[in-house]
């Protein structure tokens, strides 16, 4: 009796059974994910190995050019040889080393906040810091753009979550004033969307939440290093620094490494530190991951021509590629993306780039509202890059009827 019930249960295989749309690119040889990398030639920092290949990168979020710098290199291997490779333990009992401490010490100081929190990845962060910060009682009010990590916080915190539309700041006034008095109120937004390379509309927000009694949390992986004259990101560039309660940033981007962590004032940063799940229950970031941010930062705080460098080179590949007739989305940041809107056009976008040995993002909806071939630049592309680039782009657009100029 028990065994036949069991044989007439649905099968919670079903749906990797009938997940047959990956395969299906892969036969029509569209596939774009998942591509091989083999390393970096040494000198050439913008270009990377793919067996005998090289590869012109331009997907990448390593947007100081720093993972190849030999003083980032130097100071993980270092790192390794004093620590080694790992911590074994939660930071709350044997995994905090000293190395956690100036890092933490340091992006206090790089962010101007009085504290910070360091997490395993950026993805850990968002996640464990808003799932904690936000309670039964409390609202998030975030944007309907908003990175996956952020929103699968938001998913698992205890208050709710509601979604205003992308940067539209009556939606998210209306959705303001109709919350009752006695909830707590957090405003969630990526400074830069990472797939879209447009910015919020801090200003605004920064209004808002001031008039609304809200707290503001920005993710700004994607904007340190990169915006603000200091490279602070988004609030900094916006000059409201003050009006945004809790900073997030990464390290996988220009911090040439991989964690991730919060700024803000002490009590905050305390609260989360005890309570997150995600940072008490999980090993400290690896030594060599550490020092290599610490090192990553005194390079960008050193040279702020990489973080002019960059933008330049945004701007530049922006104004040439509307100007060849591609249609971009707007912005400002060196995030460059062009409308394609047909999946399948933009793989084969994505695979002649690749036959001309250029790497860009293939990015398709639903993730994103337009499927787009995405294009990030990085300090280290010289002008020959830009061209190189630039000259495939408009070959391959003629070819695939996406501008007819
Ligand atoms: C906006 C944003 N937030 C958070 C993350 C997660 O960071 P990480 O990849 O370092 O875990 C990413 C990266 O994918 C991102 O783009």
Not at 357 to 371: C, K, M, Q
Request: proline share 3%.
């Amino acid at each position: 009796m028990q065994q036949q019930a069991r044989m007439s249960a649905k099968d919670l295989f079903e749906k990797a059974v009938s997940f047959t749309k990956a395969d299906e690119f892969r036969r029509a040889g569209l596939y774009p994910y998942f591509a091989e990398f083999s390393g970096s030639p040494d000198s050439i920092e913008a270009e990377v190995r793919m067996g005998d290949r090289r590869i012109l990168m331009f997907g990448s979020n390593n947007y100081m050019g720093l993972t190849t710098h030999p003083e980032v290199k130097a100071a993980a291997k270092e790192a390794i040889d004093r620590y080694g490779t790992g911590c074994s333990g939660s930071r709350m009992l044997n995994g905090t080393m000293d190395l956690h401490v100036r890092l933490e010490e340091r992006l206090a100081r790089f962010m101007k906040r009085e504290t910070a929190l360091v997490f395993g990845t950026g993805f850990q962060t968002n996640f464990g810091a808003l799932s904690t910060i936000a309670q039964k009682g409390d609202c998030i009010i975030a944007d309907r753009n908003i990175h996956a990590s952020l929103l699968d916080g938001c998913l698992a915190s205890f208050g709710r979550t509601l979604r205003f539309r992308h940067n539209d700041m009556n939606d998210l006034e209306n959705i303001l004033a109709s919350l009752p008095p006695d909830e707590g109120r957090l405003i969630v937004v990526d400074g830069v969307f990472s797939m879209e390379g447009d910015t919020a509309n801090l200003p605004e927000i920064a209004r808002l939440a001031r008039l609304y009694c809200a707290r503001v949390y920005v993710d700004e992986a994607h904007a340190i290093g990169v915006l603000g004259a200091n490279g602070r990101g988004t609030s900094e560039h916006f000059q409201v620094e003050s009006d945004v309660d809790i900073v997030m940033g990464t390290f996988s981007k220009s911090f040439a490494s991989i964690g991730g962590f919060i700024a803000s004032r002490r009590d905050v940063i305390e609260f989360i530190k005890h309570h997150s799940r995600a940072f008490v229950y999980s090993a400290s970031l690896a030594p060599a991951n550490a020092a290599a941010v610490l090192k990553a930062i005194e390079i960008i705080e050193r040279e702020p021509e990489r973080r002019l460098r960059l933008l330049e080179m945004g701007a530049y590949l922006r104004r040439e590629l509307a100007q060849l007739g591609f249609k971009l989305l707007e912005g400002f940041t060196p995030i460059v993306p062009v409308v394609v809107d047909d999946e399948v056009l933009v793989c084969r976008f994505f695979w002649e780039l690749m036959g001309e040995g250029i790497y860009t993002n293939a990015v398709l909806a639903p993730a994103v509202s337009h499927s787009l071939v995405r294009i990030s630049c990085m300090a280290t592309h010289t002008d020959e890059h830009a061209e190189r680039l630039l000259e495939a782009m408009y070959r391959i657009g003629k070819r695939l009827e996406l501008i007819n100029q």
